[in-house]
């Protein structure tokens, strides 16, 4: 099918906390709203059949609960199917975002799902109901080619979000296609964590994700191409992803992902918003055909490569036959082992060894897990490269925990720079990357020069570990790690 997500540099109110009439936030989500009309004809004339629009990109962000309250349409929650806003208007007040939102897939007869922000008053008897008597929520709507509202989901992982409530439940939203079947839908921060994404996912077997997001990047691990292109391998789905544009704020990074293949866009020079439009292979539920489709997909697929393993993410992955089993470093490498030490990365305090020479045996470890590494460089370059562990509760910005085993590149040539956020490397790594992790949700990064994108030629799990290995990245390596999340342990 053909897929289209656009990043959205929005026009953002100068003054973000102060009280405005429902007219004023109106016309200032009109202005918004008109480009959005501008790239939902411009997806219709090359063929896309569903777009997708980013977090926070019609009414912008860094509101107060009660400046935002002029923004909020209102959407009923429970009348998913049933409502058309653009032919039935007048059925609820305060509903003119929604309404040309559903007027915009009507026109062009493509399911579009956008994000904004909503009401939903509540009895004041309710514990639950704020002092002001309505929930705020940040919702996205997922929208029908007639115009039909078919889904609405309520962000639930909130980052910061004061003017927003935490729904009661999680929601699970879904809504079906004729093309493509059922599209699972969740929002930025979720992407993190077991409720609602995780679970929607494997509860109703989906295998295409709308993920409206609003993501400042984090280098090394937390890039927003780096991690929906990881999201998309680790659970073998489709994720039409849209961020927002704005530079200053570290925030860009969309793409339209299979697990084998990206349309991704990554622009932190230039100002204005970008259209993506691709023609992806359907995942469907039979996983047989789907593995045949992403061969075809695939160019670059090894022939080795012909024996399946399965995994614990009820997925299946290729191993070539000689593929060394994980175990230890071997005695000689133990000799030289180079020093450990520490280093804050992400906000978190990883242990360290240094990646030198042009190829070697490594091991670190932390806690519970312990990586090793095989690295071989066809060319010695002036650069630092470290293999680093954590297995420990992540506590800044966000509290969940993380088994991560990474090769990054430093920001300089001492041992206190890495960690750093870098963006250019030359060093062409082959390596096999493995650790003894204790959770099946793996995310697979691969981070090439440029923020580019790379993929492994195998991984999976092989005797309780699970294993990433590459010979001949396209670019400079930047990151090559294996992201665990053990979501009991949040």
């Known amino acids: 099918y053909v897929a289209a997500v656009y990043e959205h540099e929005s026009i953002l109110s100068p003054a973000p906390a102060a009280l405005v009439e429902r007219r004023s936030a109106l016309e200032l989500m009109g202005r918004n709203l008109d480009i959005y009309e501008q790239q939902v004809l411009a997806a219709a004339r090359q063929g896309a059949q569903i777009i997708v629009f980013p977090e926070d990109g019609i009414h912008g962000f860094n509101f107060t609960r009660s400046s935002i309250y002029p923004y909020l349409d209102f959407i009923p929650h429970s009348h998913s199917g049933k409502w058309n806003p653009c032919r039935e ?4 007040n305060d509903t003119e975002v929604v309404q040309r939102l559903s007027c915009m897939a009507l026109k062009n007869r493509i399911f579009l799902v956008a994000n904004l922000g909503t009401k939903q008053p509540c009895e004041r008897s309710d514990p639950r109901c704020p002092s002001d008597g309505r929930f705020q929520f940040n919702t996205n709507v997922a929208l029908a080619a007639d115009g039909a509202l078919l889904a609405t989901y309520r962000k639930h992982n909130l980052y910061f979000e004061d003017a927003f409530d935490t729904p009661p439940e999680p929601d ?19 992407i993190l964590f077991f409720e609602p994404a995780v679970n929607l996912i494997r509860q109703y077997n989906l295998k295409q994700i709308v993920y409206p997001t609003a993501w400042m990047n984090q280098l090394p691990l937390l890039s927003a191409v780096e991690f929906q ?46 259209l993506i439009v691709a023609e ?12 045949e489709n992403n061969e075809r997909f695939r160019k670059n697929l090894h022939d080795s490569c012909r024996t399946f393993t399965s995994t614990s993410l009820d997925d299946e992955v290729c191993f070539k036959e000689q593929e060394e089993t994980p175990g230890t470093v071997s005695e000689k490498g133990k000799e030289q082992s180079p020093p450990s030490f520490y280093a804050e ?3 978190d305090n990883f242990t360290f060894v240094p990646v030198w020479g042009e190829k ?14 095989n690295y071989r460089r066809a060319v010695l370059t002036e650069e630092l490269y470290a293999l680093g562990v954590f297995d420990g509760l992540h506590t800044v910005h966000g509290t969940y925990y993380v088994q991560a085993c990474a090769l990054v590149k430093c920001g300089g040539l001492s041992f206190s720079t890495c960690g750093q956020e870098v963006t250019d490397a030359t060093a062409l790594i082959d390596f096999q990357l493995w650790g003894n992790m204790s959770t099946p949700y793996i ?5 090439t020069s440029g923020i580019t994108l790379d993929f492994a030629d195998h991984m999976g799990w092989k005797n309780n570990h699970y294993f990433l290995s590459k010979n001949g990245t396209s670019a400079g390596l930047l990151t090559a790690a294996l992201y665990g999340r053990w979501y009991e342990k949040d």
């Open 360 to 373: 070697g045996e490594l091991q670190v470890c932390a806690n519970t897990l312990c990586c090793y590494l």
């Open 443 to 447: 995310f697979p990064l691969l981070l």
């Open 89 to 92: 208007p007048y059925l609820f």
């Open 280 to 291: 992806i292979p359907v995942i469907t539920a039979d996983y047989k055909t789907t593995l």
């Open 345 to 347: 990365m992400m906000y």
């Open 172 to 190: 699970y939203a879904f809504f079906d296609t004729p093309f493509a079947g059922k599209f699972g839908m969740f929002t930025c921060f979720d």
């Open 229 to 274: 292109q990881a999201f998309a391998t680790a659970f073998n789905v489709n994720i039409l992803a849209a961020n927002i544009h704005h530079p200053t704020l570290g925030m860009t990074g969309s793409g339209i992902y299979t697990p084998v293949k990206s349309f991704i866009y990554h622009n932190m020079e230039s100002y204005g918003g970008k």
